[in-house]
Nanobody
Framework: QVQLVESGGGLVQAGGSLRLSCAAS????????MGWYRQAPGKQRELVAV???????NYADSVKGRFTASKGNAKNTMYLQMNSLKPEDTAVYYC?????????WGKGTLVTVSS
């Protein structure tokens, strides 16, 4: 079992920055991949960034060059640095972990970007 808790969301003006954090607990050493997803009102959940177990990171085209996902020194933390935020980035952001073939999700943190 893996538990995930996101933090760092909030209200920011367009062009601003936010840093999201994800804290994992439980069977963290069994985690293979970790990533960030988001869901805007009325839309499906979509991938933002995923850190593959080998260390590479893949990003959605819509956030490339603006967002950076990274792991903390401790195995149980992950961050999403979001720069040059746009109103269309407004969404609930979720942390995801894959462990032993199962998907785990946090409850999400709301990011609102005002124009």
């Amino acid at each position: 079992q893996v538990q995930l808790v996101e933090s760092g969301g909030g209200l920011v003006q367009a062009g601003g920055s936010l840093r999201l954090s994800c804290a994992a607990s439980g069977s963290i050493f069994s985690i293979r991949d970790m990533g960030w997803y988001r869901q805007a009102p009325g839309k499906q959940r979509e991938l933002v960034a995923v850190i593959i177990s080998g260390g590479s990171t893949n990003y959605a085209d819509s956030v490339k060059g603006r967002f950076t996902a990274s792991k903390g020194n401790a195995k149980n933390t992950m961050y999403l640095q979001m720069n040059s935020l746009k109103p269309e980035d407004t969404a609930v952001y979720y942390c995801n972990a894959i462990s032993m073939g199962m998907d785990y999700w946090g409850k999400g943190t709301l990011v609102t970007v005002s124009s």
